[in-house]
């Protein structure tokens, strides 16, 4: 992809999205795509639950959809089924960039070398502290005043690829772990497609080498952070 000049409209990046829940940063996604606010296309989705409320999302924007239930007709679907069905499915949609939006399955490290375009997940906290699940409780129960999100490249490793941006707010002394939820995911929905944005234009790198671009020149140390208090 070429770098973005005020005279070229940019191209716009494939992407494939993973969920397994709700899919509200899916909708900021579409949203954002169906407005023309970011320069994407929403080119599949892929749910590991079949009542993910992300799929009626994706099926009212007329994005085609991948269902592999982790549990279908009683009978769970191995981890090594879903990533061949998962890849097969990536390399018909052929993404620039799949994106992990609240999916939950812990995918392996040869489905994560061998999938066919970079790979980014949105983790809610600031990485590399708190990885993992349950990170809301966990901040509130450590007291840390801090808190927030991350995007980060996906690695074998759980939640340690290099962290691309954050998204950071101070603990309130009255959070609670719905509060806090709540308040974290107000920041991903700004966070999630900012990052999509400066992938879009070239301004992070998206490939794993990619060090040489002159705009990276003048970046500050990652991750770039957002600092907003909602
Ligand atoms: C998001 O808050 C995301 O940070 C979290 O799941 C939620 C999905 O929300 N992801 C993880 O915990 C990944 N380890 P959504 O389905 O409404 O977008």
């Known amino acids: 992809m070429s770098v973005d000049n005020a005279s070229q409209p940019i191209k716009p990046l494939r992407i494939a999205v993973l969920v397994s829940g709700s899919g509200s940063n899916l909708q900021v996604l579409i949203n954002a795509m169906q407005a023309g606010a970011l320069p994407i296309e929403i080119v599949g989705v892929i ?20 269902v592999l239930s982790h549990v279908a007709k009683g009978k769970r679907m191995g981890i090594k089924t879903f990533e061949t069905h998962a890849n097969e499915q990536l390399i018909a949609w052929q993404p620039d960039l799949i994106v992990l939006a609240g999916f939950m399955r812990v995918l392996s490290g040869s489905f994560i070398d061998n999938v066919p375009a970079p790979m980014i997940n949105l983790h809610p906290s600031l990485l590399p502290v708190y990885k993992g699940l349950d990170t809301h409780k966990r901040v509130i129960q450590a007291g840390e005043r801090c808190h927030g999100c991350s995007i980060h490249k996906v690695t074998a490793e759980l939640d340690a690829g290099q962290v691309l941006t954050q998204a950071v707010l101070n603990v309130d002394i009255n959070d609670t772990v719905e509060s806090l939820q709540s308040r974290v995911q107000k920041l991903e929905h700004q966070l999630l497609p900012w990052t999509i944005l400066l992938l879009a234009k070239n301004v992070l790198p998206l490939e794993a080498n990619n060090t040489s671009s002159q705009i990276q020149t003048y970046l500050p140390k990652l991750p770039l952070q957002l600092l907003i208090d909602g």
């Open 47 to 66: 749910s590991n639950r079949e009542d993910a409320y992300a799929l009626t999302r994706a099926k009212d924007a007329n994005i085609p959809v991948a």
